[in-house]
């Protein structure tokens, strides 16, 4: 089974219905039958929060049912997504890597390498294009489905 590092943008892709919907959705549904583990990091949740809300707020939804609405959102997710973290090592070589112009990426790919996931999930593909050696292959939504959902089929 490949374990999965599903990046932020995945996430609010997912929750905002984005363009690339439907091939998240179809990679999520396969996260909650079981047939991938599904991983976000601990700061995704943060971000997913404070992205959630000013969705929300931008849609007029407001205290409490703004609340109610991301602690509804992240309950479903977490069902099959599970939370990991990563040490101060691994923050280090994010902070300090070359190949990454975003930290925020940086951040993300070094958690799904300290946590062994076989891909990170990604809708920000230009963002890992000039990794040297990579040691967490990347995939966009398509990709995915395209190479891995179907080749299990």
Do not use: W
């Not at 479903?76 to 990991?84: A, M, R």
């Not at 790919?109 to 999930?121: K, M, R």
């Amino acid at each position: 089974m490949k374990k999965v590092f599903i990046d932020t943008n995945i996430i609010m892709e997912y929750l905002a219905h984005r363009k690339e919907f439907d091939d998240v959705q179809l990679i999520l549904s396969a996260a909650y039958q079981g047939g991938i583990q599904a991983v976000m990091s601990s700061g995704c949740v943060y971000t997913v929060i404070y992205l959630l809300g000013a969705e929300f707020k931008r849609q007029g939804i407001h205290e409490p049912e703004k609340r109610e609405k991301i602690k509804e959102s992240l309950s479903v997710l977490l069902e099959y997504i599970d939370v990991v973290d990563f040490s101060t090592d691994y923050v280090k070589k994010a902070i300090t890597a070359t190949d990454f112009k975003d930290l925020e990426d940086s951040c993300q790919y070094q958690c799904a390498v300290e946590n062994s996931c076989d891909i990170l999930l990604t809708i920000n593909m230009k963002h890992f294009k000039d990794l040297e050696s990579p040691l967490c292959q990347v995939a966009s939504p398509h990709e995915f489905v395209e190479k891995f959902m179907s080749a299990d089929e």
